[in-house]
């Protein structure tokens, strides 16, 4: 009998430290050995002219989150979103259970996991947090996390889902004491809210005015905001989707006092410009997002920061609307002003493309840092390492073949998802993954999805160093637990 259920030979393997030569052995769904000449598998891959990369970490991914008091609708269910990621490299993702106002955190969990049966790849949870009542967190909130659900997501705009700055304070208290990541979006509401009216009322309502209403300033106060918020309780926090050069800057000056702040970026953010909500008709409205799309200097600024490592990790923010229909984009009307356009673009797939296409084959970032940005990293901050984001023996076997030199034109039916459009459309890349696999199982091949629903685990995450509380604060006391240090 053999050693091996699969050997993937003769490929390029790639991590976060190294390039070199060899085969992988998996049993089990899992990789027991890596080497040269390793004996034969049950089944073999040739990997010969291949990248063999570990398979992609996403950890901010929208998929089939219902969408309360409004026509439109999350594009993705777990199958379609499980096609996609891994039709793009990636093999787990981490999403998020969100709780209503007035509703149950753990109900909310519970009805997630029951919609993510069906995913075809690896998955975990943020929880968001819409109404920190003292009862969701004394009681909810240690259940929750105990059981696996090692993250937070706490808003600063958005109405139905911000909290006040005084709430957030008691969300960063509890997370300290029951060690947990808290993922933060970071935009100053009320500042938002000025512009958005000041907005309306000169009649500028096109889509590329939702640019206008959500200038840096918005996004660079809110990081310095919650940084110190971070600070003066001594807790570790991930900030979404940094966008641009002066909020990149917040971090660094964060980190530069030795503050566990991580930051990710996106994709859009490094492709997209204010420029692309400018388009003929309601075109722009494919590209409304939030925090918006910057300029051409952010995105060298972004680059820089990944080079350096003050960004961390870059996730898709997957958030899928279909454009057109009762239920899409357009569900307003072709005419409807920007705060009638729901937020987000579709992701999944693209993210590892465009990310090895314009920072590694472009010169910009090496093969290791491109591993690191979305396998190594986002697996180690969010506490799914060794198992995932690295090919070492003892982790699950996750990976993907990568044809470096393979040319594509993104187009919207190679990408496996329930959007009927990518703001990618027409973009042309180098290098793809012709295969992925998720704990040894091939999950897409050849452009198609090839394993049943179903086949994607839920990752629990337990307690882990990296977010440890540094046991620093600004002064003689420590306000969490009312003691003096």
Avoid at 318 to 329: E, F, I, L, S, V
Wanted: charged share 20%.
């Amino acid at each position: 009998m053999s050693d091996f259920d699969l050997v993937i030979r003769g490929g390029t393997i790639g991590t976060a430290s190294a390039v070199f030569d060899a085969d992988i052995g998996i049993k089990g769904g899992v990789i027991t050995a890596i080497g040269k000449a390793l004996p034969a598998g049950q089944s073999e891959v040739d990997a010969k002219g291949k990248l063999v990369l570990p398979g992609g970490v996403d950890t901010h991914t929208h998929i089939e989150e219902p969408r309360g008091g409004g026509p439109t609708v999350n594009a993705d269910t777990f199958v379609t979103a499980g096609a996609s990621a891994a039709a793009g490299g990636t093999t787990t993702v981490i999403g998020f259970a969100r709780q209503e106002r007035g509703g149950s955190l753990t109900e909310a969990v519970a009805e997630h996991h029951e919609r993510a049966k069906k995913s075809l790849i690896d998955y975990s949870f943020h929880m968001i947090l819409t109404e920190p009542r003292l009862d969701i967190l004394q009681q909810e909130v240690p259940a929750l996390i105990a059981s696996g659900h090692r993250s937070l997501k706490i808003f600063l705009t958005y109405e139905g889902a911000r909290i006040s700055d005084a709430e957030a304070l008691q969300v960063l208290a509890t997370a300290r004491r029951h060690g947990a990541l808290v993922c933060i979006h970071a935009e100053h509401h009320d500042l938002i809210d000025f512009h958005k009216n000041a907005l309306l009322a000169a009649g500028l309502t096109l889509p590329k005015h939702h640019a206008w209403s959500k200038p840096m300033v918005v996004e660079r106060e809110c990081v310095h905001r919650v940084c110190a918020m971070a600070e003066a309780l001594d807790v570790p926090i991930q900030v979404f989707h940094v966008s641009g050069a002066e909020s990149a800057e917040e971090v660094e000056r964060a980190q530069k006092r030795g503050l566990k702040v991580w930051a990710e970026t996106c994709p859009q953010y490094l492709v997209l410009t204010t420029e692309d909500m400018d388009r003929p008709g309601f075109e722009g409205a494919k590209y409304v997002f939030s925090p918006a799309a910057r300029s051409a200097p952010d995105h060298a600024a972004l680059w820089d920061a990944m080079r350096r490592g003050v960004i961390s990790n870059v996730s898709s923010d997957h958030a899928p609307t279909r454009y057109a229909g009762p239920d899409g984009k357009t569900a307003f009307g072709l005419d409807a002003p920007f705060t009638k356009i729901p937020n987000g673009l579709p992701g999944l797939a693209t993210r590892m493309p465009i990310l090895f296409s314009e920072g590694v084959v472009k010169g910009r970032i090496s093969l290791q840092q491109f591993v690191a940005l979305t396998a190594t990293n986002p697996a180690e901050i969010f506490g799914m390492a060794p198992r995932k984001g690295s090919i070492v023996v003892g982790a699950d076997a996750d990976f993907a073949l990568w044809n470096p030199t393979r040319r594509v034109t993104i187009t919207n039916d190679i990408l496996l998802h329930g959007s009927d459009h990518t703001p990618y459309e027409g973009m042309k890349v180098t290098g793809w993954p012709e295969a992925t696999f998720v704990r040894g199982v091939p999950v897409v091949q050849g452009g198609k999805a090839v394993v049943a629903a179903g086949h994607g685990q839920f990752i629990p995450r337990g307690a882990y160093e990296m977010i440890k509380p540094r046991g620093v604060f600004p002064g003689p006391f420590n306000p969490v637990d009312g003691v003096a240090v």
